[in-house]
Nanobody, 113 residues
Framework: QVQLVESGGGLVQAGGSLRRSCVAS????????MGWYRQAPGKQRELIAA??????NYADSIKGRFTIARDYAKDTVYLQMNSLKPEDTAVYYC????????WGQGTQVTVSS
């Protein structure tokens, strides 16, 4: 079993920044993927950033504005969100894929115009 605890997020004005973090604990295999999804109202969950083996991938919708970072020693993943837009408003979830997929509790991020 793996547990994920998220922090950060909240309300910000357009153009602002937020930082999210997610700490994993439990039975984490050496080869694993950590990243972030988001789900906006009325939309499907969207994979926005993933990190594994010191490589990263981003969705086109956030490329150049968001940055994923890892602290492998602490099993922690971060999401730095800059130049936020109202369309970034969503619930953001961290995840880890190890023996299977695990999800954080999700946190609302609201960007006001």
């Amino acid at each position: 079993q793996v547990q994920l605890v998220e922090s950060g997020g909240g309300l910000v004005q357009a153009g602002g920044s937020l930082r999210r973090s997610c700490v994993a604990s439990g039975n984490i295999q050496s080869r694993h993927v950590m990243g972030w999804y988001r789900q906006a109202p009325g939309k499907q969950r969207e994979l926005i950033a993933a990190s594994a083996n010191y490589r990263t991938n981003y969705a086109d919708s956030i490329k150049g504005r968001f940055t994923i970072a890892r602290d492998y020693a602490k099993d922690t993943v971060y999401l730095q969100m800059n130049s936020l837009k109202p369309e970034d408003t969503a619930v953001y979830y961290c995840y880890i894929t190890t023996d299977r997929d695990y999800w954080g509790q999700g946190t609302q991020v609201t960007v006001s115009s």
